[in-house]
Nanobody
């Protein structure tokens, strides 16, 4: 059974940092596109950062470029989202997801397997 488990969320002050982790069990992340997505109350789920299966392609939402970084540790079967210079508008539930189809895409609807999400709250 495939399971993705996110961790690392919490409450942080504006300007602070968090690192989210997404550990996979029952499925090898290497060789698959991986994405981080978020959903704030009353808003649609949006892509935050995506990483292609080869690692050659990364995409970031304009709102997080230069502040967030996605990475993957194949040995640990884990993907990370390093978030720096956090802003109140980054507050949301963050989800990791994998796309099993080899063709790269960063649209949420193209992702097949989702974690349960982790809450990130940026507030003073």
């Amino acid at each position: 059974q495939v399971q993705l488990v996110e961790s690392g969320g919490g409450l942080v002050q504006p300007g602070g940092s968090l690192r989210l982790s997404c550990a996979s069990s029952g499925f090898t992340l290497a060789g698959n596109a991986i994405g981080w997505f978020r959903q704030a109350p009353g808003k649609e789920r949006e892509a935050v950062a995506c990483l292609s299966s080869s690692g050659a392609i990364t995409d970031y939402a304009d709102s997080v470029k230069g502040r967030f970084a996605i990475s993957r540790d194949n040995a640990k079967n884990t993907v990370y989202l390093q978030m720096n210079s956090l802003k109140p508008e980054d507050t949301a539930v963050y989800y990791c997801a994998i796309r099993r189809v080899p063709l790269y895409d960063c649209a949420p609807r193209r992702y097949d397997q989702w974690g349960q999400g982790t809450q990130v709250t940026v507030s003073s």
